[in-house]
């Protein structure tokens, strides 16, 4: 499973930092990262990481997003500055990972962060 925190209320130009534990034994994680439905909209991506490393971003976000995995937490960061109105939604966590005792990936969702963003 994986555990979502960090979302909240904060003025157009300020910060916020996500996190998401994966919960339970991993054998391996190949990609943890970060989606977002805004209000009334499909959910989208927003930022990556691979292998603890490699990164991908939304054009949106570049620039002003960082993603970040901290391996021996099994944990993913996303440290969101310059904030936006539009970037309001609810956040999700993801994670492509092989569980412990197991053979093949698996796709796992966190419950969704709430971010707004207000001008």
């Known amino acids: 499973q994986l555990q979502a925190s960090g979302g909240g209320l904060v003025q157009a130009g300020g910060s916020l930092t996500l996190s998401c534990a994966v919960s339970g034994s991993v054998d391996r994680i190949n990609v943890m990262g970060w989606y977002r439905q805004p209000p009334g909209k499909q959910r989208e991506l927003v930022a990556t990481?691979?292998?603890?490393?490699?990164?991908n971003y939304a054009g949106s976000v570049k620039g002003r997003f960082t993603i970040s995995g901290d391996n021996a937490k099994n944990t993913v960061y996303l440290q969101m500055n310059s904030l936006k109105p539009e970037d309001t939604a609810v956040y999700y966590c993801?994670?492509?990972?092989?569980?412990?005792?197991?053979?093949?990936?698996?796709?796992?969702w966190g419950q969704g962060t709430l971010v707004t963003v207000f001008s």
């Open positions: 990481i691979s292998n603890g490393e490699r990164t």
């Open positions: 993801y994670a492509n990972l092989i569980p412990a005792r197991s053979t093949y990936y698996v796709n796992y």
